[in-house]
Structure formats: structure tokens, C-alpha cells
């Protein structure tokens, strides 16, 4: 395509109404321009945001929540940052089980808590359970004539016994007490 512009100043030889348009236009461009350019910029923050929490998560800090605010709302951009804060609790209430039950139930039950919330708001389960106490007969008189490392021995060697016969039933130790 060729243009051919006549002799002389080429705005002159325009119109009024011309000019006005092609002001408009370039009035346009460059606005539209200019709000593009803030919009990236503002997206952009807002996934570097994103992009910091989930480094943040991702090094074991999972004190992480995310805030999205500012003139600009996108859908999506605050639909993700609900759904990485949501992980994010997730991941604290997951490791809060864990530490918190697993020091009073065995690591199975707390891994079972984690897999189910509903455990924790519905009051529990109810089941059949059997319950075993142990008690070796003569043991105190043994522990006073036995070295002490022999009496290790021998208890290491019982426990784990009795330790494989219970998991292999998917019993659950509690505690050993005793003298």
C-alpha cells in the first residue's frame, strides 16, 4: 500500500474533523498503553507475592497467607491466592495433628487424623477394642541377680516380640510402664 500525502504542510491540508480523530486516537493508544502497562505491573506484584509465599512454604515456613487488595480486582488472580491460602492451612493444620496427637497416640492414628478431618469435628469413633496388660512374672527378682545389660537384653528382646505381634494385628502401643 502506498501513501500518498499531497505538497505542502501536511497538517494543514487536514481537516478539523480529521485531526480530531487522529487525536483521539493516539490519545487512546497512548492511555491504553499507559493502563496496560499499570495492569501488568500490578498482576505482576501480585504474582511475585504468590510466588514468595510459595518459596516461603516450600522452605518449611508455612506461616504463609497471602493478600490480594488494590483499585485492580481479577477473578482469577484472587481465586489462586484463596487457594494458596487454603493450602497453606492445610499444610499447619496437617503438621498441628501430627506433632499435637502424635504424642499421645501412635503415628498411624495421627496420619489417620490427618487423612480425615471429619475425626476431629464429628467427637470420634466408636469401636471394639481389646486392651493388654503384661506382667512378667519373677521380673523384680530377675532385675536384682541379672546384669544390667543382660536385663536390657532380655527386655529388648520381648518388647520386640510382643511389639511385632501387636503391629502385625494393627495394635497401637501406648506406653510401657513399669519397674
Known amino acids: 500500500i502506498v501513501v500518498v500525502l499531497p505538497e505542502g504542510n501536511f497538517m494543514t491540508q487536514i481537516n478539523a474533523n480529521t485531526r480530531t480523530t487522529i487525536l483521539l486516537c493516539l490519545f487512546t493508544f497512548v ?3 499507559a493502563i496496560g502497562v499499570l495492569t501488568a505491573r500490578w498482576i505482576n506484584g501480585q504474582i511475585g507475592k504468590l510466588n514468595s509465599a510459595a518459596r516461603g512454604i516450600a522452605s ?3 506461616n504463609q497467607h497471602v493478600e490480594m487488595g488494590g483499585v485492580v ?3 482469577e488472580v484472587e481465586d489462586l491466592a484463596g ?3 487454603s493450602m497453606a ?3 499447619r493444620m496437617r503438621d498441628w495433628i501430627r506433632d499435637t496427637f502424635g504424642r499421645y497416640v ?3 492414628v495421627a496420619e489417620q487424623l490427618i487423612q480425615s478431618r ?3 469435628t464429628e467427637g470420634g469413633d466408636r469401636r471394639e477394642v481389646a486392651v493388654m496388660f503384661c506382667d512378667l512374672a519373677g521380673f523384680a527378682t530377675l532385675s536384682e541377680r541379672v546384669e544390667a545389660e543382660r ?3 532380655f527386655l529388648n528382646a520381648y518388647f520386640s516380640l510382643i511389639a511385632r505381634e501387636i503391629a502385625a494385628t494393627d495394635g497401637i502401643i501406648d506406653k510401657y510402664i513399669g519397674d
Open 31 to 33: 492511555a491504553a498503553t
Open 60 to 62: 518449611g515456613d508455612l
Open 73 to 75: 480486582r481479577i477473578v
Open 83 to 85: 487457594s494458596f491460602n
Open 89 to 91: 492451612e492445610d499444610l
Open 106 to 108: 501412635g503415628r498411624r
Open 118 to 120: 471429619d475425626l476431629l
Open 151 to 153: 536385663l536390657v537384653y
